[in-house]
């Protein structure tokens, strides 16, 4: 990868400011930015069910998990989102650099 690619150019300018882009993680993601293994598998699926286009049977044939393993990891994702993000592009977004710019919560 090189600097014009956009996802190096994107971790670039939301890494300017580790502090803030770090708070901007916590809030979009909440408790799925916190350590541990279930946060990570839970991550992972969003990830790929975003990359997928939302797409849960797709996203599960990439994980090589059950389509409902998929779609009962991002319903669970989904409940409790009154105080964070809800937004699918943010939510996408902050997975992404979350790979790049770990927060401790």
């Known amino acids: 990868m090189t600097y014009t690619d956009p996802q190096v150019a994107l971790v670039d300018l939301l890494t300017k400011d580790a502090a803030t882009t770090r708070r ?6 909440g408790p799925y930015a916190a350590p541990g293994e279930q946060a990570r ?8 069910y975003f ?7 797709r996203a599960a ?3 090589g998990v059950h389509r409902n393993t998929v779609r009962q ?3 669970r994702f ?3 989102r009154e105080s964070h993000s809800s937004d699918g592009l943010q939510i996408a977004l902050a997975l ?10």
């Open 24 to 29: 901007w993680i916590l809030d979009v993601l």
């Open 41 to 48: 598998v839970a991550r992972e699926t969003l990830a790929v």
């Open 51 to 57: 990359s997928c286009g939302e797409n849960a049977v």
């Open 61 to 63: 044939e990439l994980l």
């Open 73 to 75: 990891r991002v319903d």
């Open 78 to 80: 989904w409940k409790g």
């Open 96 to 105: 992404r650099v979350y790979d790049d710019l770990p927060v401790e919560s």
